[in-house]
């Protein structure tokens, strides 16, 4: 296998961002794309890349034999399933977060992906950003001794649609679950106990779907060491992502990028630019390297650097932090076994 | 009154900082000194000072008819005695955090100052650190609109000696009590519910004392707004205390204070210094602000600016945090009343 | 014309640089290069990317109808000739800096470029870096008043092989001429006077070939502000490149890029990153826009951003400071005018 | 000699600085200070203070026997003959910068003292603020390697009054003469050659007084490295003191101080402060340790660390300078043994 074919199914902006990627790997080359949506629109966007198959019925990709490998970019609903019947058919599997809402469908993929032997990575694309990634070397390379403390910020720069809201799963399941997948790559250990809360700050329209804008949550790691993650939904100035990991010998810390480094000092103060505005432009490199692994992993037969049970355990901790936050307690994850 | 004359009584580390800085003021005359094991060494450091008094008994300053105000710098659990026969002297007090580790004998000793009429200035010098004291002058004038996160970072460079740590009163008593009186300052709304969780990580010897050396504190202010602070014991490379303020229109934040702003760039990378090491170095300019303010407000009939109700709400903080970590739950500070 | 046909003459690391930026934009298209030492490797480079004429030589280009526009990436020697040759086609062109190492030579250049109204673009990428661009762009704002000073940091991070030193031009044509370029683009104002001093402190190498390593320019503009560069072959910790403008109403600068925001404290102090190796990694984006603006000049009949007296007048300033150089005095610009 | 009675000569802004600094040291006393423009309000300063002799006439200090040291604090016309009459009366010297203005006159000054074998310190306060003093501790400790570059920034929040521009002897000797010696002092080279430009750009007022507003000095050093200095009477943002020193392993720089740490980020940008206004603000802790340093050195019969002649070569380079910017030419260090 020198060049992997591959399968997009959901073209909107995140599955056309993974395509865009793509074409910039020698090795992979997109055959087809699905789309239920997908008419006129999408066709002339896949003539233009040369992309030969379009079509509104993900089986069509699914039974495609020349198909190494697909991209599930559609909504969570259909995750569950596109990850079984692909798996079914022995392709390799790329697929965005969250896997389900539900542990126990998520656990189903997971087993359906591991019996049939084909990989599976999870869109967790910040695990591939320049500055976590180099804040996660410096944790692993013993820079700062054992993790005490991992202190994570993550806030939008505005709310998404109502419409989305409704499906969203909620701030700790559709928004803090990177955070959550974040917490465990930075720590290296296992969460054991998750405690969270939230309030309605930003626009009254979350206490409608039960949800909130805006939230903390602590977690203790089966190390001993302790988290704290707060979110928001809304950071006026932007995507604001931030990272410290505090241990025995020291903290390393990750800022925000900037549009540039231009410093403004006059009579009224010292002026610079505000962060990166959105996940578009923070993570661009990101997005780029997330594939590039994921191409190169099924090249070379190597694991894939986030799989299945990453998906899984990040979910985990959402569903505990939810769980914590309306049951305003200490959720332990060992109680989710019983959802399981 | 053109000139306040004091006694100091305790003439520890502290104690001899307050004295230094007060012989700044051309308003302030510092005519006693007191302290239980004041021998040689502090007569030779009174008589270098011009100090005419030096006593081992408080009470030789405390009915000295001469004396203006008093500052208590003697241990925590003189405070509360002293407090109430200074207050029913008359003599005005300037006090060490915190004013008891008993929330009754703490509010009994605020009555006894409001009852005799005289001021009461708690030292939480913290709020009088130019860095803190910009911080609270944004959020007052609503740069950043209305507050959603507070967020304070709390580490000593090392612990206390084990001897202290038997009277310490605990990480939140001794040593968060600070955080949280910073939380309120900030937020400018009362704490309605805390949570805390803590591990043993810097050294096995805090377990001994049922006590923690690493802890996470959430709070729920009556606003809505929440609050998260991590304390250590121990940051190997000095002095951490930073803070961060997020709302409605923005952020502000401010970080540590340096020796120098050196910086190297070498083929091995780009290197700066530590943080200054600890609060002498650190809170230097706070010290000397917390006396020249309170010595101004004496002179000039203005209420002090931090008050006995100061003290007792971050006492309750603390308190609440103690409770929640040892029974891993929310606990909310109207639950204290009971033990009022 | 809805599609830029393009060849590109000189296939050395700037060229395929140029090539890979321009397969970026869907309205351009390489449909040859030019080598004079293009071999088997080339071949296979050209077939990879789709480009179906490779040859060694570049008349084969110049007289080819179906090409708008050539890009030329080879030697300095052959820069003015193939400009001449490729007006004279009613080519279009793109030239990486500088056109010649002789005024006149440039001068003619430039005429012939002006007679055949083609269009001439010059390599000055870092007018497209978004740090330099955004500082300029605060100064065009007016952000800082009127430019009193202008001061530019350039340093490489290694010095080039001995080999192209002796066809260099010297520091301050080879090197240094970006520097000019930027003061220039800077400042809004024409350069009057150049002091240049230089010394052997990297490699004694570069006195071998009458050249410094270490220099410092200062110049006069025509609106009265003074500008000072300081160049050097080596800084060990890679690309060194900044700038500041100093104004009547404040200043602006723009600092280097890094691999990340990475930031660790330890007992040993600060530490983060070195900056970006070189210009491959620093001007990246840089080049990527100058090559989209060219085109998309070409496209909408707009002129270039940087044209061939840009090219013309850094050259004269660059031929100054060699004067000044040499003759350890101030050299007016104006005196040129003998050798043009 | 275990205290040092001290008398100040001239009591204006800087000599009521260093007084109030004196005070601090317990092992120094001022028993005198002297003002030709003494009246009721210098009584009253020097009575707070506890200063029992106030004069009109300098004499009255000099011919004081029980003087072991004066502060040389009037106007710069007046230094060298109170340096010559302290000499001879056998008093240690601590005087403000320049010595004069008249580099036959400083020499005879440096000489006179030298024959009394009292010591005299220069007032080149910057040399012990706690960012220059790191910088060159980096340097001599070898951290860069051989310096290269010597880069200093110096600009004043606003000019002078235009009474003291008549007398100030120009921006050179006035207000760069500190780069002057912060140069020897960072490079550890003496200087060989000046260039110096300047210009007229803040206000037409210098230009009647022969001077400049704003300028730039390039310096050769003895050891082949190169100096570029940038000075402007007014940067409205404040004081503006910086240093970079590029060697063969690295670079390291010192930047401004500022009130405080405060970043805020709205949707308008990032906004921090300016640096500290002026250089009684800047400077004040290096004041005090110059005072102290002096003291110290007189206690313990050490060699001041900046005498005479760090105040004579200072001199030099700032009459190189004049020179340099009048007849538009490199003048050699050299070439000033003439006027000597």
Redesign the interface.
């Known amino acids: 296998m020198n060049k992997i074919k591959i399968g997009v199914i959901g073209a909107g902006r995140i599955g056309k961002i993974h395509a865009d990627n793509l074409r910039r790997i ?1 090795q992979a080359e997109i055959i087809a794309v699905s789309d239920l949506y997908g008419g006129e629109e999408l066709q002339a966007w896949a003539e ?1 890349r040369g992309i030969p198959t379009v079509t509104q019925d993900s089986e069509a990709i699914l039974s495609n034999p020349e198909i190494d490998a697909v991209f599930i970019c559609s909504s969570t609903d259909t995750h569950v399933d596109l990850i079984k019947r692909a798996a079914a058919r022995g392709k390799h599997i790329f697929c965005e977060k969250p896997v389900s809402m539900d542990i126990r469908q998520t656990e189903e993929a997971v087993e359906a992906v591991r019996k049939a032997g084909v990989q599976l990575q999870i869109g967790f694309n910040r695990r591939f950003d ?2 976590f ?3 996660r070397e ?1 944790v692993q390379a013993g ?2 001794g ?1 993790p ?2 991992i ?1 994570i910020t993550s ?1 939008d720069p505005e709310p998404p649609p109502e419409a989305y809201l409704k499906v969203s799963g909620g701030i700790f399941m559709d928004m803090m679950i990177h955070d959550f997948d974040m917490a465990r790559f930075l720590c290296g250990s296992e969460v054991d ?1 998750v ?1 969270a ?6 626009d009254p329209v979350f206490a409608q779907y039960g949800d909130v804008d ?3 949550v ?1 977690l ?1 790691f089966a190390n ?3 988290g ?1 993650i ?1 979110g ?1 939904r ?4 932007g995507y ?1 992502q931030r990272a410290e990991v ?1 241990g ?10 900037f ?17 990166l505005h959105f996940f578009l432009e923070r993570y661009q490199g990101a997005y780029i390297d997330e594939t590039e692994q994921f191409i190169d992993c099924l090249l070379h037969g190597k694991s894939v650097p986030v799989n299945g049970n990453d998906g899984r355990q990040a979910e985990r901790i959402a569903w505990a932090a939810k769980l914590s936050h309306q049951e ?3 959720v332990k994850l060992s109680e989710l076994k019983e959802f399981e």
Chains 1, 2, 3, 4 share one sequence.
Do not use: C, M, W
């Not at 809360?197 to 930003?202: A, E, H, P, T, W």
């Open positions: 020698p233009q320049h500055n990634k180099r804040l410096h820079e700062i054992s005490h403390l202190k806030r106990e405690f809360q939230g309030s309605v700050l930003v805006t939230a903390i602590t203790r001993g060491a302790l704290l707060d928001s809304r950071a006026v100035y604001d505090f025995s010998k020291g903290s390393v810390s990750v800022a925000n990028d549009p540039s480094t231009a410093v403004i000092t006059t009579g009224n103060g010292t002026r610079s630019e505000k962060p305003r307690r200490i």
